[in-house]
Structure formats: C-alpha cells, structure tokens
C-alpha cells in the first residue's frame, strides 16, 4: 500500500504563486509517473500536469508557461511550482503516483489540498 502526503496549498492573491508538495511512502519499488490534477467546485477533475522517471513532462495549456512540475526521485516526492495564479486555478490539486510495490503494480491518489485563488 502506498499512501501519499500532500501539502502546500491555500490563499493566494491573483498574480502570486504557492508551491505543491506530495510524498509517497511505503514498499515501493519504483515509480513510473507523478502528476497533479485538480477539481474545482462543479467541475470533474482534470490533468494538470505529469512527470515521468525520466523528467518528461506533460502540462495541460492552461497551465503551461505558469507551472512547473518536478520531483525529487529519492524522497519519492513531486512538486507543483504554481506561478501567475489566477482566480481559475482555484481548485482542490490532487496528487497521483503510478508504480509498482512489492506487491505489484499501483495507482495512489492523495488527499487533496485546497488552492484558492482571490483578492
């Protein structure tokens, strides 16, 4: 089982930038793909961006130019650099992470953290 621990979010004005953090932990053997999603209240949940072992990346275009995504691979831990936020990026930011355990292979969701974007 991998359980997945996210921090980061809050209240931001328009024009700022916040920092996404999520950690992976338990008997991983390796993982393949990292990314982050968000829902936003009456919306369904949408790709935000994703990172590969080996630092491909792939941004949704609402996002690209502002965000950046990145992870440490020995902490198995992503971050989401969040720049030039606008009230449009607020939204509940979900972390994902695809690998494998010594129990083969899994797909772990976080908690969720809150990003509000507002004056």
């Known amino acids: 089982q991998v359980q997945l621990v996210e921090s980061g979010g809050g209240l931001v004005q328009p024009g700022g930038s916040l920092r996404l953090s999520c950690a992976a932990s338990?008997?991983?053997?390796?993982?393949?793909?990292m990314g982050w999603y968000r829902q936003a209240p009456g919306k369904e949940r949408e790709l935000v961006a994703t990172?590969?072992?080996?630092?491909?990346?792939n941004y949704a275009d609402s996002v690209k130019g502002r965000f950046i995504i990145s992870r440490d691979n020995v902490k198995n831990t992503v971050y989401l650099q969040s720049n030039s936020l606008k009230p449009e990026d607020t939204a509940v930011y979900y972390c994902?992470?695809?690998?494998?355990?010594?129990?083969?292979?899994?797909?772990?969701w976080g908690q969720g953290t809150q990003v509000t974007v507002s004056s």
């Open positions: 990172i590969t072992s080996g630092s491909s990346t």
């Open positions: 994902n992470t695809k690998g494998y355990t010594i129990y083969g292979s899994f797909s772990s």
């Open positions: 338990g008997s991983i053997l390796s993982i393949n793909v």
